[in-house]
C-alpha cells in the first residue's frame, strides 16, 4: 500500500504524524547535533525540537518549524526520548508516527515505491539541562556570515585544547585564538566587515572553551548560513546557526557550551 494511503487510513491512532516528501532536509539538521546517540524529541503544534547534550557543558538543540513538512498533525505536546542514529536515502519519503506516552517512535520510508517500516523504542527522557541562557544576561553578541568562520574553523588547530573567544567593543572586536603544537594562531574580524551583520558588544570578554566539545558543532556550520555568537555575564557561550534548505526553509540550531577557564 502506497505511504500516502497507509498514513492516512491509520492517522486517527496516532498522536503525532509528520511527513516529508524528502529526507534529507530533515536529515542534515538531525545529523548536525547527533554526537550521542541519543536525543530529547519535543513535539508541539510549532514543530519539533531535538535535544542533545554531553556532560552537562554541552547542549545542542535543533529547531524544526511544522511548515517544514508536508503534514503536521498533533494531537498532544509530546516529549520522549530515542535513538538519533537512524540513517535516511537522500531521495526518501519519510513519515514519522507516534502512538503515545512510552511507543515506540515508527518510521515508513517510501523509495521507489519500496516502504521500509523501523520501530525506534522511546525512553523515559531526564530533564534537560537549563543553562539559563537569557536575553537579559547577554553581554556581547555577533551575527556574521558563515563563510567568514567556515575556512578557519576548517583551519583551526586541533592540537589546542581550548578555543579562545575574545569580543570587545575595541580591538580586536572579535577574536579567535588557539594554542596547539604549531604555536599559537589567531583569526580577526572588525566589525566593519562585510561579513559582520551585527556587532554589538557591551564590554571586552575573553573565554575558553574545550575543542573537544565545539567541534561538534562545525556540522551545523558547514549546513548554516549566518550564525550568531553570543555570551553572557558568566562567559556562557550560545552559537545559533540559521539554516536554509533547498525550498528556502529556515530551521535554527543552536549549541550552548560552558567556558572552560576565564582569562583575565
Not at 578557519?152 to 572586536?173: G, H, K
Request: aromatic share 10%; charged share 25%.
Amino acid at each position: 500500500m502506497p505511504l500516502s494511503t497507509q498514513s492516512q487510513a491509520d492517522d486517527e491512532q496516532y498522536v503525532l504524524v509528520a511527513s516529508l516528501d524528502h529526507a534529507r532536509n530533515l536529515s542534515n539538521i538531525l545529523k548536525a547535533i547527533a554526537f550521542k546517540d541519543h536525543a530529547i524529541f519535543s513535539a508541539t503544534p510549532n514543530g519539533l525540537k531535538v535535544t542533545v547534550e554531553d556532560s552537562k557543558c554541552l547542549q545542542a538543540n535543533a529547531f524544526i518549524q511544522a511548515e517544514i513538512f508536508q503534514e503536521f498533525t498533533i494531537r498532544e505536546d509530546l516529549v520522549d526520548k530515542g535513538n538519533l542514529t537512524v540513517k535516511w536515502a537522500k531521495n526518501e519519503r519519510h513519515n514519522s508516527i507516534l502512538t503515545g506516552y512510552g511507543y515506540p517512535l515508527t518510521l515508513f520510508l517510501e523509495e521507489g515505491g519500496v516502504v521500509t517500516v523501523c520501530k525506534i523504542n522511546t525512553q523515559e527522557p531526564e530533564e534537560p539541562v537549563d543553562f539559563e541562557f537569557c536575553s537579559t544576561n547577554v553581554t556581547n553578541k555577533v551575527i556574521l556570515q558563515s563563510e567568514s568562520l567556515k575556512e578557519p574553523f576548517s583551519e583551526l588547530d586541533m592540537t589546542s585544547e581550548v578555543l579562545q573567544i575574545t569580543m570587545s567593543p575595541s580591538q580586536p572586536y572579535f577574536r579567535l585564538s588557539t594554542f596547539g603544537n604549531s604555536g599559537n594562531a589567531h583569526y580577526d574580524y572588525p566589525k566593519d566587515s562585510d561579513m559582520m551583520e551585527l556587532f554589538r558588544c557591551t564590554k571586552t570578554q575573553t573565554n575558553r572553551y574545550k575543542m573537544s566539545l565545539l567541534k561538534p558543532s562545525t556540522k551545523a556550520l558547514a549546513l548554516s548560513c549566518k550564525v550568531s555568537v553570543r555570551t553572557d555575564s558568566r562567559g556562557f557561550l550560545s552559537l545559533q546557526y540559521l539554516v536554509r534548505n533547498d525550498d528556502g526553509q529556515i530551521c535554527f540550531v543552536e549549541y550552548y557550551c560552558c567556558p572552560d577557564e576565564e582569562v583575565e
